[in-house]
């Protein structure tokens, strides 16, 4: 089975800090892709980043930065100098195999994430 | 363009009225999804549509009907729906469902209220 563990249910932090959500995975595939969403209060899922098990390097795309590590599972996400339209509640998610040649999306259970002026 | 569009953004209706949810995307994407989430909660994943066909129905009630009537538009229909039915629908769509990498652009989603 495929799970995805966000521990941190909700982050509150003061405009221009920097967090970092985390996101562990467990699967027994040897390759697979992982995912950040980003859900603020409109309700769209927007697509933040995707990666895959090979690619262990760390990217940044301007104040976002993403730290995938296989050794300990982990595919964390950081934002640097906040600001409050971050404020939203981010989704990790793990590409399962799902039968019959497709493949469905494992969420964990989000973290909300708070940023206060 | 990753757009997916979504109709209604709001829709009230009543436990013995029918009602459809509609959602399309021009990406040329041959999958799309339709999602349930409550609050507080990720997404659930209700259906699949591969290439216009049902390829996923994840045990979802009969007052559930989804439609593919073309690769560019998914509807929901919608009968004798429970208050408990109340949630945010989304729709999603993807190149394709036969790859793990395939990355899901999701709608802005139908808020749903049963009364």
């Known amino acids: 089975a495929q799970k995805v563990t966000q521990a941190q249910t909700e982050i509150s932090v003061v405009e221009k800090e920097d967090v970092t959500l985390d996101c562990v995975y467990e699967t027994r595939d040897t390759t697979y892709y992982l995912f950040w969403y980003k859900q603020p209060p409109s309700g769209e899922l927007v697509f933040l980043i995707r990666r895959n098990s090979f690619d262990e390097q760390n990217e940044i795309s301007g104040r976002y930065s993403w730290n995938f590590q296989k050794s300990t599972s982990s595919f964390n996400f950081t934002i640097t100098a906040s600001q409050v339209v971050d404020s939203a509640v981010y989704f990790c998610a793990l590409s399962e195999y799902s039968g019959a040649g497709s493949y469905q999306l494992t969420f964990g259970k989000g973290t909300k994430l708070s940023v206060i002026p | 363009d990753t757009e997916v569009t979504q109709t209604p953004k709001h829709l009230v209706m009543g436990m013995t009225n029918k009602k459809s949810l509609k959602c399309e995307q021009h990406?040329?994407?041959?999958?799309m999804y339709w999602y349930k989430q409550k609050a507080k909660k990720p997404p659930e994943l209700m259906f699949v549509y591969s290439y216009e066909k049902l390829s996923i129905n994840e045990s979802v009630p009969s007052r559930f009907s989804p439609e593919c009537p073309n690769s560019s538009l998914l509807n929901l229909h919608l009968h004798a729906l429970q208050p408990e039915d109340s949630a945010l629908y989304l729709c999603?769509?993807?190149?394709?469902?036969?790859?793990?990498?395939?990355?899901?652009?999701f709608g802005p989603g139908t808020r749903l209220l049963v009364l």
């Open positions: 990406m040329g994407h041959r999958a």
């Open positions: 999603a769509s993807s190149l394709e469902t036969s790859g793990f990498q395939e990355t899901q652009y």
